[in-house]
């Protein structure tokens, strides 16, 4: 497939403005649009039968080629030389349009006009006849952002609009659209874009410019764009403009404050090793070079999923899947938005630390093994007849029995070593055993993270009766499942994971209810689940819920009622 830019490059004279990659490099045409092959197949046989809807709705991650397809769209409604379904970018309507002097093409930022009275003042428009074009054609960016109040007054006008208007809306939170509206929607969902197809374009763009460029250091790019094709061109286009003839992919992770690969692999193996101070080396290489830690906490979490996906490729050992799996675990649990004191080096710090076992005295272990063995029969008598006495286990104490209990190590590996051929000393007999004390009451080890989760659960009816009626609404359908650390997990039904998204934006709210319960700092972070599978809340959580709000509402003007006979 040949790509050409949308205007012949040599025309243009050396001293004219410089015009970014991403809009030198639109998509003029259905077949220049890279990767949405099902869309683009079926708008185009939607212009073929003269079936385009009167409402069109483009939803997909940011820098897909929304806004591309709906002017694509707009120029195929009016193009007068279609080429099987595509417009031909050519005649007088396909120019005015690409050129953006079509008055009858009008392009609004819905995050800017959302209001009322500018959905009011187009609604008033629309009723007007195209003056150059064939069809007149409304497009909406980031369309979510309109008002409740403005969807309102467009309702009628999307529902039943004149012949000749169309409307298109791109969107990248179609779940922040009011379900009247997007009934009346033909709604396309626009994918993120493979490594491979944005490496195809950045490299046809960098033929076209005349620019060499490393194969690793196009990759790069394409990795960092997480699926958007504007932010991989957005990104060459600033290297363009440091990088001279040829692009490094040393120049790539310089300018954009990546480490490199082997700095995050000495990352990785320290955490997955138990080795801080390694770590803590590495962290401190590249705060000296200027990397971003936030950058840098992005790529380890890359390479942990790249090595867990290729150790269950290659059947790797369980055991250290299971550790990449919990290196990965908290390493999810850092939250990069909270940059509180010591900010993302302290946490990443501290997750090397937690991730440590905890150091311990082989010898001690040994030699605890070695007093608490029960003694054995000596060799010249029998067994006595009879049950055994019941020896319990010293308890371990601090203060002067301790240093006794490491002095005897030695002489235990002594006695078990080879060399030892003198026989054990004989046993005292069970009347001549020394009475020892009743051990003491055993502490309770369940962990404190698992009470404070079980008094979580246990009182989040209180915790959402104590928050603003609008967060209500949305956090009773959620249930705690996880604490680690000062980060709480609140997990949502599946089949409402649109609230998860509602509760995102208040999570200010949240963090401060269940801080205030837990009487500490916490961060909330909420997830899509299969809450049934934590467990339900006790009870009677819904008749304290409703005996609470009851109270909230009547205070003082409740009465006793006593009982009808």
Not at 11 to 34: D, M, N
Not at 449 to 468: D, M
Not at 512 to 527: I, N, P, Y
Request: a negative charge.
């Amino acid at each position: 497939m040949t790509y050409s830019p949308a205007f012949d490059r040599s025309a243009v004279s050396s001293t004219a403005p410089h015009q970014a990659l991403y809009r030198r490099w639109r998509a003029q045409t259905f077949s220049q649009i890279v990767g949405q092959t099902a869309v683009v197949e079926t708008l185009r046989n939607a212009v073929r039968s003269g079936r385009v809807s009167h409402a069109t709705l483009f939803v997909g991650p940011r820098g897909t080629g929304k806004t591309s397809l709906a002017r694509i769209l707009a120029k195929a409604l009016n193009c007068t030389d279609l080429q099987d379904g595509d417009p031909c970018d050519r005649c007088e309507a396909c120019t005015s349009i690409r050129e953006g002097r079509a008055l009858d093409l009008v392009e609004i930022d819905a995050a800017s006009n959302r209001g009322i009275g500018d959905i009011r003042e187009l609604r008033d428009r629309i009723n007007y006849a195209p003056t150059d074009l064939r069809r007149k054609v409304y497009i909406l960016d980031e369309a979510h952002q309109i008002t409740k109040d403005a969807w309102n007054a467009l309702l009628k006008s999307l529902e039943e609009p004149p012949e000749f208007v169309a409307f298109m809306f791109a969107s990248t939170h179609p779940q922040d659209f009011p379900p009247a509206i997007l009934s009346r929607l033909q709604r396309y969902d626009v994918r993120r874009l493979s490594v491979e197809e944005i490496e195809g374009k950045l490299g046809r763009i960098l033929a076209a410019e005349s620019i060499e460029a490393e194969p690793g250091a196009i990759h790069l790019i394409a990795r960092l764009a997480a699926g958007g094709m504007r932010d991989a061109e957005s990104m060459l286009d600033q290297l363009l403009a440091t990088a001279g003839g040829r692009i490094e992919e040393a120049g790539v992770r310089d300018l954009l404050g990546l480490a490199d690969s082997d700095a995050v692999d000495r990352l990785v193996n320290a955490l997955l090793g138990h080795d801080p101070a390694a770590g803590i080396a590495v962290l401190d290489e590249l705060d000296e070079r200027g990397r971003d830690v936030s950058v840098v906490l992005d790529q380890i979490v890359d390479s942990v999923r790249a090595r867990l996906a290729g150790g269950l490729a290659s059947q790797a050992d369980p055991a250290a899947l299971r550790r990449l799996a919990a290196v990965g675990r908290r390493l999810a649990a850092i939250d990069p938005e909270r940059r509180n004191v010591g900010g993302l080096r302290l946490q990443v710090e501290l997750a090397l630390f937690e991730l440590a076992p905890p150091v311990a005295s082989v010898d001690a272990e040994a030699a605890s093994v070695a007093v608490v063995a029960p003694p054995r029969p000596r060799p010249s008598e029998p067994r006595r007849a009879g049950p055994e006495p019941v020896r319990p286990a010293p308890q371990p104490s601090a203060g002067p029995a301790a240093p006794a209990v490491a002095a005897a190590a030695p002489a235990v590996a002594a006695a078990a070593s080879p060399e030892a051929t003198s026989p054990l000393p004989a046993a005292p007999e069970p009347d001549d055993v020394p009475p020892v004390p009743a051990p003491a009451e055993p502490q309770a080890t369940a962990p404190v993270a698992s009470l404070e989760i079980e008094r979580l659960v246990a009182g989040w009816s209180e915790i959402v009766a104590s928050v603003r009626p609008a967060t209500r609404a949305i956090i009773t359908e959620c249930r705690p499942i996880a604490l680690d650390g000062n980060v709480v997990t609140l997990g949502f039904p599946e089949a409402k994971a649109f609230l998860k998204d509602v509760a995102d934006r208040k999570r200010a709210d949240l963090e401060s209810a269940v801080g205030g319960f837990l009487g500490r700092a916490v961060a909330v972070r909420c997830v899509a689940t299969n809450i049934d599978l934590v467990g339900a809340p006790p009870a009677d959580d819904e008749g304290s819920f409703v005996l609470a709000e009851a109270r909230r509402i009547f205070a003082d003007d409740l009465a006793d009622v006593g009982e009808i006979s």
